[in-house]
């Protein structure tokens, strides 16, 4: 194009002749004559230049790649180690930029012949869902925390469920399910998934897999299939991986700031919903009218609740405690040495002895955690009085229960020093073990009032004020209304003639 336009610089604005510029610039007469007449030069294509040298050794190059395929990454061929080949073995002469140049165009080659070639779909012909797992971070209670994000998508409308849970493990995976059918107002008849432990055992051949019993349960209660994804091909699932990416950019950042995570729960639930009024690229209808027309396809969700929870067994160890996933949870005095049933279910652990519920306590996700229920310590610290005060029984308390309750402690050490302060505290809260927590921290607020903090006091405060502890604020109110209210029966005199009466008779 450059020289397209000299030529006609040269010709028509300094006025040279055809056999000047064909002097000046070597171009041919003809082409010249052409690029005067206003003709653009077409571009042809050379045809690629023999390599004469190296062009011998082209199939051993190419044979040498191949067998690369098989080798570690690290032990494959460079074009400068065939390059060197060819000279020592083969007596090579060509130089090494030509080695290069061929091994680069060998390469090129047999990639193409190995490029995967994607099969584009109809979305109005699409069945089923995608779940996927993700990771993100949450300003949880001003920390920064991570958390795993469960997507359930629709592949012909593009509906998104999107959920927060603190680990990716089978009661979540399964509640991620249940709340995703909910949302969806029916289950789907098939699901793709990657090759997840929650659902996959072992992965076979091909698409075969082995699947996890627990998963087949909850597939067959409601009752649709599973497809599970080739190792390492993301691709067959691409809407439900984008859906994560979607949801991480354009529902959760920046990073939202909360004080619990059932509140950006709550919040990516709005955001779900908000979801639905969006027109995807190449759809005539907006998310929310096209699930409208695959909700008809949808499997009925049973009747039957679905009971999410897995089944264990622990042993109670000195610290009437046992261990399951690097914590331990508490149990009452009485079990040490005993085997229970430990029920998991997504938000509790109840533990059982001989179809009793023995022990309750919140689940917890993080590790090596001790989850202490204070009131299974109190018999065994009357015997050991001295080692409550460095016990995680009392951290528990001090982190966890009313400051009323360590304000009466420390008034008890104080008075009777530590060992019996510690022995005379145990031996008050023992008095509140039939009652409720709220009863003992409104007696243990009476008797701070009155300054009395000994045990007998405590326990005079709580027979005196019965079952029902009412507080200032309750009295003031509801009491006080009662009591204006009130009116005094009149009083039946002819009772006092009967009396007279007898007396006199």
């Keep these: 194009m450059e020289m397209y336009e000299y030529i006609r610089y040269s010709h028509y604005k300094l006025g040279h002749s055809i056999r000047h510029i064909?002097?000046?610039?070597?171009?041919?007469?003809?082409?010249?004559?052409?690029?005067?007449?206003?003709?653009?030069?077409?571009?042809?294509?050379?045809?690629?230049?023999?390599?004469?040298?190296?062009?011998?050794?082209?199939?051993?190059?190419?044979?040498?790649?191949?067998?690369?395929?098989?080798?570690p990454k690290k032990q494959r061929h460079t074009a400068t180690r065939i390059h060197e080949r060819l000279k020592f073995e083969f007596g090579h002469k060509g130089s090494l930029s030509t080695t290069?140049?061929?091994?680069?165009?060998?390469?090129?080659?047999?990639?193409?012949?190995?490029?995967?070639?994607?099969?584009?779909?109809?979305?109005?012909?699409?069945?089923?869902?995608?779940?996927?797992?993700?990771?993100?971070?949450?300003?949880?209670?001003?920390?920064?925390?991570?958390?795993?994000l469960f997507t359930l998508r629709s592949k012909f409308s593009g509906k998104i469920f999107a959920r927060l849970y603190p680990a990716m493990v089978q009661e979540c995976f399964f509640d991620g399910h249940i709340r995703a059918f909910a949302y969806f107002g029916g289950v789907f008849n098939k699901i793709v998934y990657d090759n997840l432990k929650t659902a996959v055992k072992q992965v076979l051949k091909g698409r075969e897999r082995i699947e996890q019993e627990s998963f087949i349960s909850f597939r067959s209660h409601y009752c649709y299939?599973?497809?599970?994804?080739?190792?390492?091909?993301?691709?067959?699932?691409?809407?439900?991986e984008g859906a994560v990416g979607y949801v991480r950019r354009n529902f959760l950042t920046p990073i939202p700031k909360c004080d619990s995570l059932e509140e950006a729960?709550?919040?990516?639930?709005?955001?779900?919903?908000?979801?639905?009024?969006?027109?995807?690229?190449?759809?005539?209808?907006?998310?929310?009218?096209?699930?409208?027309?695959?909700?008809d396809k949808l499997i009925d969700i049973p009747v039957t609740v679905y009971r999410n929870v897995t089944i264990h067994s622990a042993v109670v160890d000195k610290y009437l405690t046992v261990r399951f996933r690097r914590n331990r949870y508490s149990?009452?005095?009485?079990?040490?040495?005993?085997?229970?049933?430990?029920?998991?279910?997504?938000?509790?652990?109840?533990?059982?002895?001989?179809?009793?519920?023995?022990?309750?306590?919140?689940?917890?996700?993080?590790?090596?955690?001790?989850?202490?229920?204070?009131?299974?310590?109190?018999?065994?610290?009357?015997?050991?009085?001295?080692?409550?005060?460095?016990?995680?029984i009392l951290t528990h308390m001090e982190q966890n229960w009313d400051p009323v309750v360590k304000r009466v402690y420390d008034a008890q050490v104080k008075k009777y020093g530590e060992f019996e302060g510690s022995r005379e505290f145990i031996s008050t809260l023992l008095c509140f073990?039939?009652?409720s927590y709220e009863d003992m921290i409104a007696v243990l607020e009476l008797s701070l009032e009155q300054k009395s903090v000994a045990k007998e006091t405590i326990e005079l405060i709580?027979?005196?004020?019965?079952?029902?502890?009412?507080n200032f604020e309750e009295a003031k109110v509801a009491h006080i209304a009662a009591i204006a209210n009130f009116s005094i029966p009149e009083a039946d005199v002819s009772r006092f003639d009967a009396l007279m009466e007898v007396v006199n008779g």
């Design 331 to 392: 149990v009452p005095a009485g079990y040490r040495g005993k085997t229970l049933e430990l029920e998991l279910g997504l938000s509790e652990l109840r533990l059982i002895y001989k179809n009793k519920v023995i022990a309750r306590h919140k689940r917890e996700f993080s590790y090596d955690r001790w989850v202490i229920n204070p009131w299974h310590y109190l018999e065994a610290l009357q015997r050991k009085p001295g080692a409550f005060s460095s016990s995680r």
């Design 433 to 435: 073990k039939d009652r």
């Design 100 to 148: 290069i140049a061929t091994v680069r165009e060998i390469r090129l080659d047999l990639d193409a012949s190995r490029k995967e070639v994607f099969i584009p779909s109809d979305p109005l012909k699409r069945e089923g869902a995608e779940m996927d797992w993700g990771e993100l971070y949450l300003d949880l209670r001003g920390k920064r925390t991570k958390v795993y």
């Design 265 to 295: 729960n709550n919040y990516l639930l709005e955001k779900c919903l908000g979801h639905e009024t969006r027109v995807l690229s190449g759809q005539l209808k907006s998310v929310g009218e096209l699930h409208k027309l695959e909700q």
């Design 22 to 71: 064909n002097r000046q610039i070597g171009v041919d007469r003809k082409t010249i004559r052409k690029a005067l007449a206003g003709e653009i030069p077409k571009y042809r294509i050379q045809k690629p230049r023999q390599k004469v040298v190296i062009g011998e050794h082209v199939d051993q190059i190419r044979a040498w790649l191949i067998q690369d395929r098989k080798a």
């Design 225 to 240: 299939d599973a497809q599970f994804c080739t190792i390492a091909k993301g691709s067959e699932k691409g809407g439900v």
């Design 462 to 470: 709580s027979e005196t004020t019965g079952e029902d502890i009412i």
